[in-house]
């Protein structure tokens, strides 16, 4: 015996613009976000919500999108790496990766920088080891952890020194579980 899914009208709101969608509920936000709107910042990795390759910001709250419900978005401020700056003007996040090198496949830093976005918003000035914490569930197979690290806190300078805040305007609070 087959499944049926049955489908429904959702409006999720993803980097300040409301989409109305017919998806069913149960669809993971990851295949909604790079297949229905067309955002390939966040990376299918894992499936399971372990590598961080699909942090997306959740009412400023790192999430992984890869095990979220699209149904369990709908009403909620969801914001991707393309929803933090352009090539134009990058968010100060992505300008400290540029400017500290931190990346070599590429792969991870989705998630990496959402996760710092997320981690400056609720934490404006850490320590490394506030960073490696709050990295620690990202997987970098590159080797690039040091950069990284030093990517964020580089950006928390830049945020001091413009005045700029992290994330997007929402609601920001400890990371959300797997």
């Known amino acids: 015996m087959s499944k049926q899914t049955t489908t429904q009208a959702l409006t999720l709101e993803v980097n300040g613009t409301r989409h109305s969608l017919a998806v069913p509920p149960e669809t ?3 295949s909604v976000l790079r ?5 390939n910042g966040p990376k299918y990795g894992c ?3 372990q590598c961080g390759a699909c942090t997306v910001l959740v ?4 999430a992984r999108a890869c095990v979220i419900p699209a149904g369990g978005a709908a009403g909620r401020a969801i914001t991707t790496l393309e929803g933090l700056g352009n090539r134009e003007r ?3 996040v992505q300008q400290a990766f540029i400017d500290s090198q ?3 496949c ?3 830093l989705n998630g990496m920088i959402m996760t710092a976005t997320a981690l400056l918003a609720r934490c404006p000035h850490p320590t490394e080891a506030d960073v490696r914490r709050a990295l620690s569930g990202n997987l970098c197979r590159c ?3 040091l950069e990284i690290v030093e990517a964020v806190l580089r950006a928390a300078d830049l945020l001091a020194e413009t005045g700029s805040e992290a994330a997007p305007a929402a609601a920001v609070s400890e990371p959300a579980a797997g």
């Open 35 to 39: 297949n229905d709107l067309g955002l």
């Open 28 to 30: 993971p936000l990851l």
């Open 143 to 145: 080797g690039a952890h």
């Open 47 to 49: 499936g399971l919500g």
């Open 90 to 92: 990058p968010h100060p």
């Open 59 to 62: 009412d400023g709250v790192a």
């Open 102 to 104: 931190a990346a070599q």
């Open 106 to 108: 590429g792969y991870c």
